[in-house]
């Protein structure tokens, strides 16, 4: 974890945004897989770990606003914990590390906070995920459980975003460790793509590339064959020459920063013709998005002119017509570009997404749109220094797609369908990398992971 002054400066600056009121925020706890004591990995909630960085199961805390204090609830490790789980630290030595003076036991979480609803204090809660501290929550606040799901702090919610959306300088140097992990994964997977080889094989060598040198994964592999399926988690296909295989897949490291990157490769030694077309139409997308990203720009002009780079390329190959900035106005680039161009990241792969995509996205300025495809878009709003997004579009032909629209009559005026329908089983390629905003430019994180044709065949 960070040293202490980073987790008390953050409490601090969050105190001292909410004004009044106690903010209550709960650990993760551990799930059970098919009965309680056989569990998934532990993941913390990325927001206690953000204010407290204790990556511990069964820890809740209270920052008192109101009343300057704040009290870290847990246990202390039974006789049986240490007889399983080996000497683990006590409650008073996780709160001294992360800067927190006083400490309780987690039975006593429910008569203070009664306390404080009688004394009539706001109690400030961010928007819970998992059903287990929702019916907490609700046991707590003395609420229904629908009332907790809506029921969360705007303020306190405004208030984690302002901070979680910069990332610091100590942060940025752990997702460029979490960068460089998925490096690794990525080089190996693009390296043991070939024909015979069983996509389960490929994810299998990248997740135990992000286990032996991370914490394991940042969210499950999507490694396909057929990438036109946005995320695919099927690996039972064989590779075959002239195909391509689509991974997408990151490491989170040792303090839980994620990474989260794409790309596509040929199982043949060598892209074909028409795969290689498709390639620099994307691969040039991503380079100007990121060329394009800077303090101040809109994210969602950016994802704009990526559909309308996307569009023209598309446009010199037969595929689609018209004029570029009418189809995209009408969303016609969406038969191949469906997705968002990227989204914040940092302790979760879609940063903040806990929280609510309308506050972390989006703002009075930037709305989103509702239109299929740009919809889809998770970051609309200006971008600020020292934000970290991912820039990651993609060309896809998904055969039901086609078809539909096809059979609608959609955008007939900017789609030539007769043109498509070689194209049904192309797959599709994404390319993807995680940058950091600054004033004027973006660094793109990480040592360079290949990413020209030439590059990616060389491997
Ligand atoms: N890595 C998957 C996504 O960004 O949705
Ligand atoms: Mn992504």
Redesign the pocket.
């Known amino acids: 974890m960070f040293h202490k002054e980073t987790y008390q400066k953050r409490r601090e600056r969050l105190s001292n945004d909410l004004e009044s009121g106690l903010i209550l925020m709960l650990g993760n706890n551990y799930v059970g897989m098919n009965y309680a004591a056989n569990t998934y990995p532990f993941r913390q909630d990325s927001n206690f770990l953000y204010f407290f960085g204790l990556d511990k199961a069964g820890l809740a805390a209270i920052i008192d606003v109101d009343n300057n204090n704040t009290i870290l609830f847990g246990h202390n490790p039974t006789i049986d914990d240490i007889v399983w789980e080996g000497q683990v630290p006590g409650i008073n030595d996780l709160a001294a590390s992360c800067g927190v003076e006083h400490t309780e036991d987690s039975s006593t979480l429910s008569t203070l906070i009664n306390k404080a609803l009688k004394a009539g204090q706001k109690v400030h809660f961010l928007p819970p995920y998992r059903n287990a501290n929702i019916i907490r929550l609700a046991d707590l606040l003395g609420q229904p459980v629908e009332s907790i799901k809506t029921g969360a702090s705007i303020p306190l919610i405004h208030a984690v975003a302002a901070q979680r959306s910069i990332k610091s300088q100590e942060e940025i140097k752990e997702m460029t460790e979490a960068v460089n992990i998925t490096r690794a994964m990525h080089i190996a997977v693009m390296q043991g793509a070939k024909a015979g080889v069983k996509e389960a094989e490929l994810a299998g060598l990248a997740q135990q590339i992000a286990y032996a040198q991370g914490n394991g994964l940042a ?1 499950p592999v ?1 490694l396909s064959k057929d990438g036109q399926t ?2 695919n988690h099927y690996h039972g296909n064989i590779l075959q020459e002239g195909q391509l295989v689509l991974g ?3 490491a989170q490291n040792s303090m839980c920063y994620a990474g ?1 990157i ?1 790309r596509t490769c040929p199982v043949s030694s060598t892209f074909t013709a028409v795969q290689k077309s498709i390639y620099e139409i994307v691969l040039k997308a991503e380079v100007d998005a990121i060329n394009a990203c800077k303090a101040g720009v809109k994210y969602k002009d950016v994802h704009l002119d990526a559909a309308k780079i996307i569009s023209a390329g598309l446009k010199d190959l037969g595929l689609m017509k018209g004029n570029v900035d009418e189809a995209v106005a009408a969303g016609a680039h969406a038969l191949f570009f469906p ?1 968002g161009l990227g ?1 914040h990241i940092g302790l979760d ?2 940063d903040m997404e806990d929280l609510g995509e309308q506050y972390i996205g989006y703002d009075e300025e930037t709305q989103r749109s509702d239109q299929f495809g740009t919809k889809y878009l998770r970051l609309g709003k200006r971008l600020e220094k020292g934000n970290v997004i ?1 820039v ?1 579009p993609g060309i896809y032909f998904i055969p039901e797609l086609i078809d539909k629209w096809y059979g609608e009559g959609m955008h007939k005026d900017f789609i030539n369908y007769d043109a498509l329908e070689s194209f049904k089983n192309f797959g599709g390629i994404r390319i ?1 990398d995680n940058i950091l905003i600054n004033d004027t430019d973006s660094t793109i994180l990480g040592d360079p992971i290949p990413k020209t044709i030439s590059e990616i065949e060389s491997l």
């Open positions: 969210y999507i946005l995320h997408d897949f990151g989260d794409t997705h989204h792969v879609h991912t990651e993807e």
